[in-house]
């Protein structure tokens, strides 16, 4: 059974740093294109980053461009998100996602696994 499960959300403060796990188990992701992605209470999920099947190419939300880092280990099977310089804008539940093609995508349709969230509150 295909399963990514999230880790490291928590509480912390404006400007303090997290870092986002995302364990996938059933079937190797390592072709895969991975993402995060965030919803906020009472809002629609929105595209934070993703990373193509060999970490070689990244991208982000313009919201998050420069304070969040995305990376991937695939010989663990694991995605993480590198959060710094974090605001309260930034408190959601964060989802990780897997993409059945080796190229990323800001598209949460174009993602066939996903994770069940893992909240992050970033406190004024």
């Known amino acids: 059974q295909v399963q990514l499960v999230e880790s490291g959300g928590g509480l912390v403060q404006a400007g303090g740093s997290l870092r986002l796990s995302c364990a996938a188990s059933g079937r190797s992701f390592s072709s895969d294109a991975m993402g995060w992605f965030r919803q906020a209470p009472g809002k629609e999920r929105e595209f934070v980053a993703a990373i193509n099947w060999t970490g070689g190419r990244t991208y982000y939300a313009d919201s998050v461009k420069g304070r969040f880092t995305i990376s991937r280990d695939n010989a663990r099977n694991t995605v993480y998100l590198q959060m710094s310089s974090l605001k309260p804008e930034d408190t959601a539940v964060y989802y990780c996602?897997?993409?059945?093609?080796?190229?990323?995508?800001?598209?949460?349709?174009?993602?066939?696994?996903w994770g069940q969230g893992t909240q992050v509150t970033v406190s004024s």
């Open positions: 996602a897997a993409r059945d093609r080796p190229l990323a995508a800001r598209s949460l349709s174009e993602y066939d696994y």
